[in-house]
Structures are given as structure tokens and as C-alpha cells.
């Protein structure tokens, strides 16, 4: 189908049930990339055109796809559809929705990073963009901290079994024969019984396995029990390190020796002191990353385009990079105190 044909798109915007007037919606063909402006009438109507040569020049085909989107303060939404002849009007309403958080990221939420650069909104810096920043900041702080500051669940962890993995607990090396036959925590010693799980802290244990099989056999993993007061085979010595205890079954030396699967990190609904400070810590240094990771992108462009500019010989300091350094270099100590103070409440920096 020739693009001269009109295909006209419409439709209203609202917000909790009421039109939204006066803010710009936007029109993408996905296929030429070209980009059609508009702005809501009084009653949060809008229409666009798609054989308006002035928006889209290269016009519209059978079968491309076309994306309606529009950002308002901290709300959004967009909606895509498929041209299908012989229709040629399309109507497409749109529910702005709140960007404010998102359960793709855990330690700040959206607007926490909008409030931090000067109340920002999403006509300002999108929602997705800050979004990845802060997923970037969060993958940042659990790489130099090991541990997770929201509960994440650890599926078949395998562990190799040797001198550098495998410990002798120190209960076990002061232990004597047990005449008990009911609990399995005292022994004659010398068996290498403690491991550590690769993320901490423990918050609970789904199940830990070794591994029987032979070093040229299939795997064989034997699922064993934890001790709650009488018998069992394990028992979760040090929560906040990731230890373990074996009580009986000790792992082997070996490739693949045993296996876990737990849930590892900080609970978020938690009510103790000592995690909530760690999670307001963590916030804090979350935003701060995000909004140097933003400003640090933005100010690129304020160094080409800037008009308020000074040159020196061949010296030139744009006046928007200048703002944004000054405010990165302000930021800086904030930053560094908040990973001490991470270190200070126990959890080891890289």
C-alpha cells in the first residue's frame, strides 16, 4: 500500500481516569524510525497522521509496526500496533501508569534518583534510563560487598571439595566420644566438617546435597537434613558468614563434592536495627551512583553544545560540564564514606 493514502492514529490520554491536556505524544514508525510530535487538545485527545510527508517522509507500509508514546511528570505509556490494511484509523488510548519504582530494581526506587537531581521527572531523563543506572550501581555494590541486600535465591550452588574449601570447625577439634545417640554435634575430631557457601548471609536452606558418586560416575547427590535439636546432618553454624557445619556425611575431596540451594542476602522487611541501617546505607549509596552515572552521560552533551562557553588560547570550559564536575567532585566524599560505612557494619568491601 502506497504511503499518500491517510492512516490516521488517535486517541485519548488519561491519568487515574481523567484526560490529560497540553503534554506532547509522540509517534514512531519502528520501521523508518521516523518520529511524528503532537500535543493533547483539552479533552487529552490527540491524532497523528502517518502520510504526513512533514513528520513521516519515507510514509507508512502494510505491516510496520508503529509505537504511540507519551511521558508526563513522573507517569508514562505507550502502545504499539501493526498496520493492517484495509483499516486505515486506529484508535489508541493510553493510561499513563506511575514510573515512580520498578521490580526490576530493588535498592532505590526510580523517584528516589529524580529527587536526587534536583527533582527531575521523566520529561527530563526516562524512567528506563534511570532504571539502568541503577541496576548497573546495584550490580556494582553486591560484586564489592558478596552479598546481596535484597533476598535472592541460590539454585544448585555446586562446591569442589579441597584443602582451600574444606575446614575443621573448632568445636570439632576440641570434641571427645559422645556417648549421646540422639545428637550428632560433638565428635573425635580431625574430619574436615565446615564449608562456606559462596554468597551470605544465610537466610534459609532449601537443601544441601554431596555428592557420592565416583570421580568417573554420574553424580550422585544424597540429600541431607538439618539439625533442629536431635539428629541431622548439618547445621548452620554462622548465618551472617555463610558457614556450615557438617554433623555427619562429611563432604568429600573431590570435583562437584556437594551442592545447595538457599536463599542468601538481607531481608528488606526486616525491623532490625543494625539491617535497616545497612539498607538506608546502601539506598544512599545506590542513589549516588545512579545520579553520577547520569549526570556523568548527560554532561557530555552540554560540552559540544553549550552556548555560555569560555575560551582561553586553546583552552575551552564549557559552562554545563563545568556545573556537572563540580557537582560529581561534591558527591565524591559521600560516596566514599558510605562504602566505609558498609565496612563498619560488617560487610567486607573488595
Wanted: charged share 25%; hydrophobic share 35%.
Amino acid at each position: 500500500m502506497v504511503s499518500s493514502v491517510p492512516l490516521i492514529i488517535y486517541g485519548e490520554i488519561t491519568e487515574s481516569g481523567s484526560a490529560v491536556d497540553t503534554i506532547t505524544v509522540k509517534c514512531r514508525n519502528e520501521t523508518t524510525n521516523e518520529v511524528g510530535t503532537t500535543t493533547t487538545d483539552s479533552n487529552g485527545l490527540y491524532m497523528f497522521d502517518l502520510s504526513d510527508a512533514g513528520s513521516f517522509p519515507s510514509g507508512w507500509t502494510d505491516g510496520q509496526q508503529i509505537t504511540i508514546y507519551t511521558i508526563y511528570s513522573n507517569f508514562e505509556g505507550e502502545e504499539t500496533i501493526t498496520i493492517a490494511v484495509p483499516l486505515y484509523g486506529y484508535e489508541q488510548n493510553i493510561t499513563l501508569s506511575a514510573v515512580t519504582d520498578s521490580n526490576l530494581i530493588n535498592y532505590c526506587s526510580v523517584q528516589d534518583v529524580y529527587d536526587e537531581l534536583d527533582a527531575k521527572t521523566a520529561s527530563d531523563i526516562s524512567a528506563d534510563r534511570i532504571i539502568k543506572a541503577v541496576q548497573r550501581a546495584e550490580g556494582l555494590i553486591d560484586i564489592k560487598t558478596g552479598t546481596f541486600f535484597t533476598t535472592v535465591t541460590r539454585t544448585d550452588e555446586v562446591h569442589t571439595g579441597d584443602r582451600y574449601s574444606l575446614d575443621v570447625s573448632p568445636d570439632y577439634l576440641d570434641s571427645v566420644a559422645s556417648t549421646s545417640t540422639l545428637r550428632r554435634d560433638s565428635w573425635w575430631g580431625l574430619n574436615n566438617n565446615r564449608v562456606k557457601t559462596d554468597f551470605k548471609p544465610i537466610v534459609s536452606i532449601t537443601s544441601l546435597s554431596r555428592n557420592d558418586a565416583g570421580p568417573t560416575e554420574t553424580d550422585s547427590f544424597t540429600a541431607l537434613t538439618e539439625q533442629t535439636g536431635s539428629g541431622g546432618d548439618f547445621i548452620v553454624e554462622d548465618a551472617d558468614a555463610g558457614i556450615i557445619d557438617w554433623l555427619n556425611t562429611y563432604p568429600r575431596i573431590g570435583k562437584r563434592s556437594w551442592k545447595i540451594t538457599y536463599v542468601a542476602g538481607y531481608d528488606r522487611t526486616s525491623t532490625d536495627r543494625k539491617v535497616v541501617s545497612m539498607l538506608k546505607a546502601v539506598e544512599r549509596l545506590t542513589i549516588l551512583l545512579a545520579s553520577k552515572a547520569i549526570i556523568t552521560t548527560k554532561s557530555t552533551g552540554s560540552m559540544f553544545d553549550s552556548t555560555r562557553d569560555v575560551r582561553i588560547g586553546t583552552i575551552e570550559i564549557k559552562a554545563g560540564a563545568l556545573s556537572s564536575s563540580q557537582y560529581l567532585v561534591s558527591i565524591t566524599p559521600e560516596i566514599t564514606e558510605l562504602w566505609k560505612e558498609l565496612g563498619d557494619l560488617g560487610i567486607e568491601i573488595i
